[in-house]
């Protein structure tokens, strides 16, 4: 059978975008009894070579692609009843793939959650009231005859059996009318729960129906005005409408009812608080930036702020404001972060505003909790959602508001394919949906900067702070000049200033923030004998010492092993832990302030049992006395009892061999000396360092925002690099370090002959700053161009198909 006459004979054919590093979609010819359901967005089960795999159907084409000479292989099944995938988030995935140079089944995986059941996983089976129906038409009677003879079937195989065009009409039908039990994909314990909706019909005709009862019209009127389904509970408890309210209004046929699995309660993942709050009234300069984004998010176009001002300044008031707004309009909300660990505090204060109508969406969600919140804004119940950078894929309707906090933050660039920017792309899709995008950070990228320069921008600047009224006061420690310095190779200093400052905080019953940006024991345990750190055997670097578990773990590709009580190459019981992560400032914390409750927070911690929701709960409730962590500490969270916050070594950041080594720095420092003083007592923020005059950190300790960026960018601008021009990044990864090296130099030879090349600078090929992680030797080479689109184009054209040993970068964040 030609291909003309298999696509005739069956269905047409369906475009596949699979989960594997292919530069296209694949070609499968549709059979006619999955006809009805190949759509594009819905999820199809297909053959790869000898291996079956989900993908994504993302075109319908009338005929196969000319260079296809075989006959093409089928579908096997259709997953999903309904497209999976609005048409925005198609067009997003489509744009991501051809910016980030990623293939499209790769980002579509990353938009859609991990074993997201389908509609074929749900299970039907007879009651006694469908197996004693009298079938009078033979579609019926075949359905009941094959859940008679087979029982409790999956959807997928009715389809497969009897599959005809108004199969899941009859379906529903049945089991409105009590028919058919319907089993939906969930654990053995999921609960369900009587629902009801009110069908599309003349709204006056429905209230007619209600007669002389008030509580029907108000459930009518309610569920109207909710345009979504509501539980029994949800109703009663709205408008008062009693179970035999409800109960005749469905014999009338003005309600739907049908069951639902019970939500389930993520209130583990936010703090605790979840009563209404008190309206918080805005100063002058909150009310005018309210004011312009109320506007913006109402006039239903595009439009892109930056929200600006000093940590503490109040500005997640002011997006919660423009929130507000654009659900009166009946638009949704997503509220990006770029930590987990800034979502529970969030998500307390946005279901204080606006109750159940939010959802989180991130991957410390257990499965069956994810699917749940992916699927109640799927279905229009959630309007609001907060997550980190993979929320930008929400399936929200009528997306109105985008908010991207901490805009700087380099988490927003995930470090795997795709190497999508959350923030980039939160600015794509509020133009595609016509909604309004607001960058938030006190320390802006500067990105964001020459952006609000250069006018793209709309710039809302909030110029007073909350609580005290005034920035904490700085206080250096040069520790250059610090008596004894640290007993040992890397250790942390306590300064005398600094102990004494804490001591003083803990006794007027204050509360302290510590960062040390590195976690576990300490970096490495060597031997004093024979000098041996145990380095990792595929990344050549020492593991980090976890004292708590007693394990040496590698940072860089995970692997892990019990720490050795002798040195395993020489057997001497000489092995000493040199330098210090969190785990050792909590120890030394511990052994200085005795009487101190002290807790950590860091990523070890976001694995523990409560996650980082439990510490910061606990530190909000003033059970803990001091905090220390690595740069989660920093960002975003408002303790009004922190009175005294200090960097133990400012310096972490500033010899990394990375262009943006400063920035971070910068934003890094400034952000913690955000956390004191946002109450009425005033805040001191400690700065220990041994570079007391680097322009960043004299930035920082002067709070002189436009001094820091002066100098920033007239770096950036001398040498070429963001945001006054565009960087790729490319990095070859190879077991045998010749090959990997012969091979970069290829790309780097053919980007530097190629005709897109003038106007492009190169740097390289070299490698690697962290030249072998994982096993393989790590080759990199940049190109910067004033055009994006000109650097881009050069990159698909050296690399125009994926590759396993091939990373390529666009728009860096990393370049370790």
């Given amino acids: 059978m030609g291909l003309d006459s298999a696509g005739a004979a069956g269905g047409g054919f369906a475009e596949v975008a699979v989960p594997l590093p292919l530069p296209d979609p694949l070609t499968y010819s549709v059979p006619a009894r999955w006809s009805g359901l190949a759509r594009v967005g819905v999820r199809a089960r297909v053959p790869v070579g000898k291996r079956r795999v989900t993908g994504w159907i993302v075109g319908l084409p009338r005929r196969p692609p000319a260079e296809v000479e075989t006959q093409l292989r089928p579908i096997e099944s259709v997953v999903d009843l309904k497209p999976v995938l609005p048409d925005d988030l198609m067009e997003i995935a489509r744009f991501a793939s051809s910016y980030y140079a990623a293939p499209i089944g790769e980002v579509l995986r990353n938009v859609i959650p991990g074993r997201l059941p389908g509609w074929g996983d749900a299970r039907a089976e007879l009651t006694n009231r469908g197996a004693l129906y009298d079938c009078r038409d033979p579609k019926s009677q075949a359905l009941q005859r094959l859940l008679l003879d087979r029982g409790r079937l999956a959807l997928a195989t009715i389809w497969e059996e009897l599959g005809e065009a108004t199969l899941f ?13 319907l089993y939906e994909p969930g654990s053995r314990s999921s609960r369900y729960r009587a629902a009801v909706e009110l069908p599309a019909g003349d709204r006056d005709a429905q209230l007619q129906a209600c007669g002389r009862s008030p509580k029907g019209r108000l459930a009518v009127e309610y569920l109207a005005e909710l345009n979504r389904p509501a539980t029994l509970e949800e109703l ?13 209004l469905v014999r009338l046929g003005v309600l ?3 069951t639902q699995i019970e939500t389930m309660d993520l209130a583990r993942h936010r703090l605790a608080g979840d009563g209404e709050t008190e309206p918080i009234e805005l100063r002058p300069d909150q009310l005018v930036a309210a004011d312009d984004l109320v506007a913006a998010v109402r006039s239903g176009q595009f439009g892109s702020c930056f929200l600006g001002g000093m940590t503490g300044s109040g500005k997640t008031e002011v997006y919660l404001q423009a929130a507000g707004a654009a659900l009166e309009e009946d638009r949704s909300v997503i509220v990006l972060v770029p930590e987990i660990a800034l979502v529970p505090a969030l998500a307390r204060t946005l279901k204080q505003r606006f109750g159940d109508r939010v959802a989180l969406l991130h991957s410390n969600l257990g499965n069956a ?10 279905g229009g119940e959630c309007r609001v959602v907060v997550g980190p950078r993979s929320a930008v894929f929400a399936p929200v309707r009528n997306l109105g508001l985008i908010v991207v906090d901490e805009e700087q933050d380099a988490a927003y660039k995930q470090d795997t394919r795709p190497r999508y920017s959350g923030r980039d792309l939160a600015l794509v899709r509020a133009r595609s949906c016509a909604a309004t995008a607001v960058l938030v950070s006190a320390t802006p990228s500067l990105e964001t900067r020459l952006n609000v320069e250069r006018s793209r921008y709309r710039h809302l600047r909030l110029t007073a702070r909350v609580g005290s009224g005034s920035l904490p006061e700085p206080i250096l420690v040069d520790l250059r000049r610090e008596a004894g310095g640290p007993r040992r190779p890397g250790d942390v200093t306590f300064s005398a200033l600094l102990v004494d400052q804490i001591t003083h905080s803990l006794e007027r019953g204050e509360q302290v923030i510590l960062l040390r940006n590195r976690r576990g024991y300490s970096p490495q345990l060597l031997c004093r004998a024979c000098g041996e750190n145990m380095p990792c055997r595929d990344c050549g670097l020492p593991k980090s010492f976890h004292r708590r578990e007693r394990r040496l773990i590698c940072h860089y590709c995970g692997v892990r092993e019990d720490a050795p009580r002798l040195c395993p190459d020489c057997g001497e019981d000489a092995l000493q832990p040199i330098g210090a992560g969190t785990e050792r400032v909590e120890e030394e914390v511990q052994e200085r302030f005795p009487g101190a409750v002290v807790d950590v927070l860091d990523r070890d911690a976001t694995r523990r049992v409560g996650g980082p929701a439990a510490v910061l709960e606990r530190f909000r409730g003033g059970r803990t006395q001091i905090l220390i962590g690595t740069q989660m500490v920093s960002k975003g969270h408002h303790f009004p009892d922190v009175a005294l ?12 061999p990375d262009f943006r080594a400063a920035e971070r720095s910068y934003a890094l420092l400034t952000q913690l000396a955000g956390r004191a003083g946002r ?7 400690v700065v220990q360092t041994y570079h007391p005059d680097h322009y960043a950190i004299q930035a920082v300790l002067n709070g002189d925002d436009e001094a820091f960026a002066s100098h920033e960018m007239r770096f950036r601008r001398v040498f070429h690099y963001p945001p006054f021009t565009r960087m790729v990044q490319l990095v070859i990864r190879d077991r045998d370090r010749e090959r990997g090296w012969r091979r970069i130099r290829e790309l780097a030879g053919a980007a530097r002959a190629h005709v897109l090349a003038p106007g492009v600078r190169f740097s390289g090929p070299a490698p690697a700053p962290f030249e072998r992680l994982k096993g393989q030797w ?3 080479f940049l190109m910067r161009s004033a055009s994006g689109a000109d650097v881009r184009r050069l990159a698909r054209a050296i690399a125009p198909a994926p590759a396993a040993d091939l990373t390529i970068d666009v728009d860096p964040q990393d370049l370790m």
């Fill in 645 to 656: 916050a200090a960097v133990l070594t400012a310096d972490s950041y500033l010899g990394f």
């Fill in 679 to 685: 109450g009425e007592r005033p805040g001191r923020f």
């Fill in 256 to 258: 739907r009812s049908f």
């Fill in 169 to 181: 009409d009859r379906i529903e039908s049945w089991r409105e009318s009590g028919r058919i039990r």
């Fill in 369 to 378: 909790e994810r699917h749940q919140e992916w699927e109640r804004v799927r």
């Fill in 236 to 248: 009663r408890t709205r408008t008062g409408a009693s179970a035999a309210v409800v109960r005749r």
């Fill in 778 to 780: 790590r080759f990199q």
